[in-house]
């Protein structure tokens, strides 16, 4: 890994000197409530927000805003921002900067078409020289931290090391690298070893993003890339005591087993705490239908939970599901996978979607 650049400390992790860990920042998901759920299970080092959309007429989202200012998790967050115009960035980042925000994050890697056909996410690597001027005009107004997240292209990877210039010309204190360009979206492998490009290269620490699944697999992934940490989206949501598996197998420790029986628990605790008074059952169920296509994947090899749970239309229906394959018959007891099984497959999307601004489409969980 390259020597680090310490032009800005970032705040220290729990293990003084190990790897890091960040849960990587899912539109719909990295809310208040889900970050205080996984906290209770074993918080990683840095949050990320949901990103902040700027344009003309934007104002920092008054829900994301919540997760910064009502934040009890006692780890730092990061606000993410996602745009292209320069004043218009400016203006919401000198707006965030009056929040309890650990720093700035730009995003340059969401791969969701509704959001790259706007050029903006991941539709900038398209366009470095735009790159170039967003870095510059961002690290102008941040005195702290400002972090990057980003893929490793558009469609091709041929820029990327150009990406890497502009990274360490303009101070970037945190880098996150998706494995992945926009266009493959989460279908292909990941190319960790332009993540071990990004380490060796650029000055700041580099976090290593995409299908780190498990602690082993968050070990062997830093093995390969020499990254500095870890982010973890969706796999997070399936399991989230994985940040706290990763810190004990830093540690040489075993990490902590997970019942079925724990799970269980995970769902109840998550139902509660995403609960809105004014969204109906039907849609705050189907809410938590499309987090538990990602538990689901950890239940059983056959994909019977899975099968049973994306049927279900009440709360009743959904905790009897929960009960018949995660507490009855002995099955608390029994071992929650800690990789997906091969071939049970999340399908978050599929679900009917809620309606309004709370809506959970799930649709940008790439990481």
């Known amino acids: 890994m390259a020597a680090t650049d310490s032009r800005a400390a970032l ?3 729990h293990l003084t000197g190990g790897p890091l860990t960040a849960l990587a920042p899912m539109q719909d998901v ?23 959309r700027v344009h003309a007429h934007s104002r920092p989202e008054k829900h994301i805003l919540r997760s910064i200012d009502e934040n009890a998790t006692g780890r730092p967050v990061f606000a993410q921002v996602i745009g292209e115009d320069l004043d218009h960035l400016t203006r919401t980042v000198e707006e ?36 170039d001027r967003i870095l510059g005009r961002l690290r102008s107004v941040v005195p702290g931290l400002f972090t990057v997240k980003t893929r490793i292209g558009f469609d091709d990877t041929a820029g990327f090391g150009r990406l890497l210039e502009l990274v ?43 299908n780190v699944t498990s602690a082993a697999r968050a070990g062997a992934v830093l093995a390969e890339t020499g990254a500095a940490g870890v982010m973890i989206g969706r796999h ?17 420790l075993v990490p902590v087993a997970v019942t079925l029986g724990d799970v269980r628990e995970y769902v109840g605790r998550l139902y509660r705490a995403t609960a809105v008074p004014t969204l109906a059952e039907r849609f705050h169920v189907n809410k938590m239908k499309k987090y538990l296509n990602f538990v689901g994947q950890s239940v059983d090899p056959a994909g019977a939970f899975l099968h049973e749970m994306r049927r279900v239309e009440s709360e009743a229906e959904l905790f009897a599901v ?11 007891a029994r071992g929650f996978a ?6 049970v497959i999340a399908r978050p999307n599929c679900e009917t979607p809620s309606a309004g601004p709370a809506e959970c489409s799930l649709e940008t969980i790439t990481a």
């Open 11 to 13: 705040p220290p992790g």
């Open 30 to 52: 990295t809310d208040l409530a889900f970050m205080g759920v996984i906290a209770h299970y074993g918080a990683p080092d840095y949050f990320f927000t949901e990103f902040f």
């Open 96 to 131: 965030l900067l009056q929040h309890n925000v650990a720093g700035i994050d730009l995003n340059l890697g969401c791969p969701a078409p509704k959001v790259y056909k706007k050029n903006v996410g991941g539709g900038l690597l398209r366009e470095l020289g735009k790159v």
């Open 168 to 210: 360490d010309g303009h101070r970037v204190d945190l880098l996150s690298v998706h494995g992945r360009t926009v266009k493959e979206m989460y279908r292909s492998e990941v190319h960790y070893d332009f993540i071990a490009r990004a380490a060796a290269t650029v000055r700041c620490p580099v976090l290593a993003n995409g």
């Open 236 to 252: 997070a949501i399936r399991n989230p005591w994985i940040f706290r598996q990763c810190r004990e197998a830093a540690q040489g």
């Open 322 to 332: 929960c009960d018949r394959h995660l507490v009855d018959h002995g099955a608390a």
């Open 338 to 343: 800690a990789e997906p099984y091969p071939g």
